[in-house]
């Protein structure tokens, strides 16, 4: 198993412990406004950062995957999980993105699952190819995809993110 060392949320998230006042992080609520909208249509998102809830699943499993993958892999140095399905028009993108752990599982906002479940579970949104492969980083993907998760959101972002790969990796650990 990766050796997790804990963090000061003050140190670690620094933005977020301002907005906090005091308070902890999860007892705190962000309206998170997307720019392109989540799979379900949903552009606007209420997130309290840890809490794993319907709002943080549609972010997390619909929207903003790559971000949590990537804050996942750089907590742990796990390799990164991307699933593909195929387009007529456009061939192989990107769909999901998870972390794989230690023990072969993907790890996102769902929890630590098989493999072939995170596949049964997109192939239900559509009858679409899939194919999965394994990344060592983003810099891996061709075609002009994001060349690093922290490119995906902004600062706050980036600490929601690392917020809920912190709750995912202790709860596998």
């Known amino acids: 198993m990766t050796a ?15 907005i906090a006042h005091g308070r902890a992080l999860h007892e ?3 309206d998170v406004t997307l720019a392109t909208p989540t799979y379900h249509g949903q552009t606007t998102l209420t ?8 709002e943080a699943i549609e972010l997390y499993g619909h929207s903003q995957c790559a971000v949590l993958a990537g804050a996942i892999a750089e907590r742990t140095g796990w390799p990164l999980l991307l ?41 239900g949104y559509g009858s679409w190819p899939l194919r999965h492969r394994f990344l ?6 061709s075609g002009g995809y994001t060349a690093a998760w922290t490119e995906a959101t902004d600062a706050l972002g ?8 912190s709750v995912l990796v202790e709860a596998v650990s």
């Open 4 to 18: 997790i060392t804990a963090t000061d949320p003050a140190t670690a998230y620094p933005l977020l412990t301002t």
């Open 28 to 30: 705190i609520s962000l």
């Open 47 to 54: 997130i309290h950062p840890g809490v794993i809830d319907a």
């Open 83 to 123: 699933i593909e399905r195929y387009h007529d028009s456009d061939g192989w993108q990107p769909t999901h993105a998870a972390a794989l752990t230690d023990d072969g599982l993907a790890l996102d906002i769902y929890g630590p699952r098989a493999i072939a479940d995170v596949l049964l579970h997109i192939s």
């Open 136 to 141: 060592n980083t983003w810099q891996e993907l």
């Open 158 to 165: 980036i600490e929601i993110g690392r917020v809920f790969a």
